[in-house]
């Protein structure tokens, strides 16, 4: 790394001494180092065009060197040191009695000549300088004193010489104009680390979102990023050195300065704006010398925490449907989705019920995207389909090390994750006592506490559930709470059986064939028999159980035109896996389908059998059966009495 470097010579035979070590020792050297020739005269403009050109260091010697440095400011001035061993060759060059020799220079020369007179053994007569003004009239007074010749920087010299004095400059060797470049590399690099730093720190703190002000021991300010600046409405320019008083109303920041004890955690309301402060002395080796105030936007929080949401969102938290993709024109599906426009604008939250594939779910997502939280994320969860430990650590998320297996940092919940959006929660009537009793706490505070945490999280959530369970039945039972029933049941959507909207068979069956035949080079149609055929049908799986015949269907026919012999092959295939050989009779499906008091027409060897099937699934199997978990339950333990 080249550091840009600029001697600025008082005489020509030290610009000639650098150039020679600059080419004698320039493997030893990292600089960029230019040259210029000026006394104290003119040295200063030279050292001020060497700086517009980027000069990091500037050297010089004597009289210029103290010029230079008293009037540039911005850029660090190295000098070149006289040596006794220069003073020594200065006086042999005058060739005179040395009692009538003054030596002129500032205290870096005055020591040498101290050295050169103890090692001599003579007395040496000095002219000692503390400033370029007072030259000519110390010169004068040797002059006086019958001082003939004097040596020294090439500034006393041409004072001595137009007083009719004899004059000699004391030359700087090779060795300590290489000292004196050595030095300016080193100051070079440590002012160029420091900028770094201080460029760093500069961006940090410019950069940031909190409002930071800093003040001295006299309560002025010395610091206030452009964060502050927006919230105090002001200049940085027109704030730094006044009273801090003057500037913010009411401000801490002297008593901090006054006590050395830090304030934090204070809520401050500034205009529009909410401000959580903290304000915390500034000490070094213990002695307080400043204090600084950080002042963070809680609404700009807010917006941040919602921008990362937004992202989680745009990773798959996403509702996909909207009440235009619902098909069918029946009056009860018309009036359901009239219920959802009127739905969608509170947040109050939603108990959607209705039977097993009449799409709860696309309601829900639907209710999602005519809300305000359309552009939020949009969580679902099937509370049937998890284990109780499994399902509240996704729901309320947990801590590192709340359990073994427990993720790295701790994972969020999806309340969390739903923060700002929707939380649908399928097959409600199926959550657990236990997680009830959270969930009820979510609805009530708005806030979540993670699995083996300590803390709450407050969540803005929109709840929307779903059962095709009678809820009434499960709290008369003492299954479901009461009070968690009665918080999800403030908006009501009964979403119709297909049973109940044959209209709009032939719109689903047109619907669900060509979304089929994307995936099958043959395009099947079916017939008007067929179509007949399948509003015939009770339909106790609704909408999801006709999307799945038509599906096996339209794999196993050979023809083009699906007949309603085809769909009847199909339709017996799933009544005897549901040990049912009666068609086209009370099917078992249907019979399921009904009321759960119905289940006791069931054999129980049959409903054992469908037990061992699912591995005693108790979810699989009761879905099988067209009834829910608890029933199948309390089925069983019945039984076993």
């Known amino acids: 790394m080249d550091y840009k470097i600029c001697v600025i010579a008082p005489f020509p035979n030290l610009a000639r001494t650098t150039e020679a070590v600059l080419q004698e020792r320039a493997s030893e050297l990292n600089v960029n180092v230019q040259i210029a020739i000026g006394d104290s005269r003119d040295g200063v403009e030279r050292a001020l ?23 540039i400011a911005t850029v660090p001035v190295v000098e070149i040191q006289v040596t006794a061993v220069d003073v020594f060759h200065a006086i042999k060059q005058a060739g005179v009695d040395p009692q009538i020799i003054g030596i002129a220079g500032f205290r870096s020369v005055i020591y040498e000549c101290e050295r050169l007179a103890d090692l001599l053994g003579v007395s040496i007569h000095v002219i000692p300088l503390d400033n370029m003004a007072e030259t000519a009239d110390k010169i004068a007074f040797a002059a006086s004193k019958g001082i003939k010749v004097v040596i020294g920087d090439a500034n006393s010299v041409i004072i001595a010489r137009e007083m009719g004095l004899g004059g000699y400059v004391i030359e700087s060797g090779k060795d300590a104009v290489y000292k004196a470049i050595k030095e300016a590399e080193l100051v070079a690099d440590v002012r160029r680390r420091e900028q770094e730093r201080a460029e760093l720190l500069r961006t940090i703190v410019d950069s940031s979102t909190d409002g930071i002000v800093a003040i001295d021991t006299d309560n002025r300010i010395t610091f206030f990023n452009p964060t502050a600046c927006e919230i105090f409405r002001v200049k940085s320019a027109n704030v730094i050195g006044r009273p801090v008083r003057e500037v913010m109303l009411n401000t ?17 309301h500034i205009g529009h704006k909410v401000l959580a402060t903290k304000r915390i002395p500034i000490k070094i080796k213990n002695k307080v010398v400043g204090a600084i105030a950080n002042f963070q936007d809680v609404t700009q929080l807010q917006q941040f925490e919602q921008t990362i949401r937004q992202k989680l969102h745009e990773k798959g938290l996403v509702a996909k449907v909207d009440l235009e993709q619902i098909i069918g024109k029946s009056a009860v599906l018309q009036a359901a989705k009239r219920q959802v426009r009127r739905y969608a604008a509170p947040d109050s939250t939603v108990l959607i019920t209705g039977e097993s594939g009449t799409g709860k779910e696309m309601f829900a997502q639907s209710i999602h995207q005519l809300s305000s939280r359309v552009k939020s994320p949009f969580v679902a969860i099937n509370c049937a389909a998890l284990p109780e430990t499994l399902l509240e650590s996704e729901l309320m998320g947990y801590e590192e090390g709340a359990f073994t297996g427990a993720k790295k940092g701790g994972k969020q919940g999806l309340f969390e994750l739903a923060h700002g959006g929707t939380i649908f929660l399928d097959e409600i009537g199926e959550l657990p006592l236990a997680l009830q009793a959270r969930l009820l706490r979510v609805l009530q505070e708005k806030e979540v506490m993670r699995l083996g945490g300590h803390k709450v999280t407050p969540v803005d959530v929109r709840i929307i559930a779903a059962t095709n369970q009678n809820l009434i039945e499960l709290v008369a039972h003492k299954e479901f709470r009461a009070d968690l029933y009665y918080r999800l049941n403030i908006l009501r959507l009964h979403l119709p059986p297909l049973r109940n909207r044959y209209g709009d068979i032939p719109l689903l069956v047109e619907h669900f064939l060509r979304k089929l035949s994307n995936k099958d080079a043959a395009v099947k149609k079916l017939s008007e028999d067929a179509i007949h055929f399948l509003e015939s049908l009770p339909w106790p799986g609704n909408i999801r159980e006709l999307a799945n015949i038509l599906e096996r269907t339209m794999v196993l026919s050979d023809s083009d035109e699906i007949s309603a012999d085809d769909i009847k092959e199909i339709y017996r295939c799933d009544l005897h896996s549901d040990y049912s050989s009666d068609y086209p009779g009370l099917a078992i499906n249907s019979a399921l389908a009904a009321e759960p008091a119905k289940l006791e027409d069931v054999k129980q060897d049959m409903i054992e059998q469908i037990l061992r099937e699912e591995d005693f699934n108790y979810t699989r199997a009761a879905k099988r059966l067209g009834i829910s978990r608890t029933t199948l339950w309390r089925r069983m333990q019945k039984q076993s009495k």
Not at 252 to 268: A, K
Request: charged share 20%; proline share 5%; aromatic share 0%.
């Open 49 to 71: 065009q060497a700086v517009e050109r980027g000069a990091e260091v500037l050297i010089s010697r004597g009289g210029t060197a103290l010029a230079i440095a008293s009037q």
């Open 252 to 268: 801490r920041l002297p008593e901090v300065l006054d006590s050395g004890i830090p304030n934090i955690g204070e809520i401050q």
